[in-house]
């Protein structure tokens, strides 16, 4: 008999099970375009659902339920309840545009994306291979139907194909590298993998090839290349409010996945693990950045640019085990946690001007849509500004402390080897800065090709504004959000 403790672990998953039944069921009572309803119902279940998580956050200990395949700890509450606000925070800047778009038209757009949170949920606390492919498949099922939510818009459904397809090939590496990895060491539990792995008694040519395999499906989940085609293809045809839905939110779950698989289940392979991070991190900032220069398309640069951003958070899980010492673990995976909070928070501010901006007919995602923007609204150009400094690495914001703390791990990792990843890393980011600023010439020094008033409700406007001022916050002050995943971290070894 399972005890109450086990559904007290997963209490925010069940009610957020529960209510999203509900509201696609009370959905089809809804009959306005903008589904009213539905929103604050769909808000009301975040709200609540994200202050579970962070009471658990609160209570600082590690629950491991139903046969150890699902832990609640600090990193998880915390990711959890983080990527709860993401998605509020998205539904929000998104309602406007997809009403225009007569995509509210069934409600999906809600349902769809409270699915897909239970995916990455479930990706978040999965202790075990099963519970982990299960909260992937419950992500990114419902992120092919939110991409061709547009039925009738070629270049949607060209991409939701892609995306399938390209999808389902990188769970099938996943699948198959998970399949190996138990056949080499007969456990599907992550204690269970490492313990075994411990030995030192198995097959190293099973394990091997089964870890080659997982790496490759984790990179393509983070758009690391060589497995990064999908990014610019799905972010540039996906309909503007789902591809903050895929580039916010579920970045969260892919760390949280890549530290399960890899640090929690298979760290005596970190040397070997490492080195493929560090050769994916190395393309992924050379690619990302070379070609988001060459871009004109907004939302094909910010896919170039997540790129590159995912080189650095892997960098950073590069540098955690130098040799036989693991003094820089908690440093080097605390900065990857960090990095990636920060990345979506200011992911979701760029996006939210560029949906604001956009009406009816017309989608505002070229680089020159954003000419003279200062003129147009200085309060929406200033929070552009402030997103792509940040994206930059430019101080006193929120992105110049995340690299910044990502470098200090590598340089603590000590050795040529880092020292000269380091370098690279800085050079890049320097390229980086060009096609950052470039959008910031164009908002204030470029003639306005558009005239029309930006009218945003005033809950976008709210949300908007409170969102680029926790960038520049964040920067100044940054200890709170740094020491709390710390913290998270250090309670793994715990």
Not at 73 to 81: I, R
Not at 258 to 266: A, D, Q, S
Request: charged fraction near 10%; include cysteine.
């Amino acid at each position: 008999m399972i005890e109450s403790t086990h559904w007290a672990a997963v209490a925010p998953e069940l009610l957020l099970l529960s209510m999203t039944g509900l509201i696609a069921l009370f959905d089809l009572a809804v009959k306005t375009p903008l589904r009213g309803a539905t929103y604050r119902l769909s808000m009301l279940t975040l709200v609540v659902v994200a202050a579970l998580h962070f009471v658990q956050a609160g209570a600082a200990e590690t629950v491991y339920a139903f046969n150890d395949m699902i832990v609640v700890d600090a990193m998880s509450s915390l990711l959890k309840g983080f990527a709860t606000l993401a998605v509020m925070v998205t539904l929000v800047y998104s309602r406007p545009y997809a009403g225009a778009r007569d995509m509210l038209r069934g409600g999906e757009l809600f349902t769809l994306s409270l699915y897909a949170l239970l995916g990455m949920f479930v990706m978040i606390s999965g202790h075990h291979f099963l519970t982990l492919y299960l909260g992937l498949e419950l992500l990114t099922l419902p992120g092919y139907a939110l991409v061709a939510l547009r039925r009738d818009e070629l270049r949607s459904t060209e991409a939701a194909m892609k995306y399938f397809v390209l999808g389902s090939l990188a769970s099938g590496f996943l699948l198959y590298g998970l399949s190996l990895v138990y056949g080499a060491t007969g456990s599907l539990d992550l204690a269970g993998v490492q313990q075994a792995i411990s030995t030192g008694l198995l097959d190293k040519n099973v394990l091997m090839l089964g870890l080659v395999f997982v790496v490759a499906g984790l990179a393509f989940k983070l758009g690391a290349v060589p497995f990064h085609m999908w990014v610019p293809d799905v972010y540039h045809g996906a309909p503007t409010a789902i591809t903050l839905m895929i580039g916010g939110a579920p970045k969260l779950a892919a760390f949280a996945i890549v530290m399960r698989l890899l640090v929690e289940g298979m760290l005596p392979l970190v040397w070997h693990w490492q080195q493929m991070l560090m050769v994916l991190a190395v393309a992924s900032l050379l690619v990302g950045n070379l070609a988001a220069v060459a871009q004109t398309n907004l939302k094909r640069m910010l896919a170039f640019s997540t790129i590159a951003q995912m080189g650095f958070v892997l960098l950073a899980f590069a540098s955690g085990v130098v040799g036989q010492d693991g003094n820089n673990m908690n440093a080097a995976y605390s900065s990857a946690m960090f990095y990636v909070i920060t990345y979506v928070l200011t992911t979701l501010a760029a996006f939210g001007v560029i949906l604001l901006l956009a009406r009816e007919g017309f989608e505002s995602e070229e680089l020159s849509d954003l000419a003279g923007l200062n003129q147009r609204s200085p309060l929406y150009a200033g929070i552009m500004t402030v997103c792509m400094f940040s994206l930059a690495g430019v101080p006193p914001l929120v992105g110049f402390m995340s690299k910044f703390s990502v470098l200090q791990s590598l340089l603590n990792a000590g050795g040529g080897v880092y020292l000269g990843l380091t370098v690279f890393a800085v050079m890049m980011s320097l390229i980086g800065a060009f096609y950052y600023l470039r959008v910031v010439k164009v908002m204030y020094f470029d003639v306005p090709t558009q005239t029309a008033a930006i009218d945003a409700p005033s809950d976008v406007r709210l949300v908007l504004t409170l969102n680029g001022a926790l960038v520049l916050g964040l920067g100044l002050m940054p200890g709170g959000l740094m020491t709390l995943c710390d913290q998270a971290i250090l309670a793994l070894w715990h």
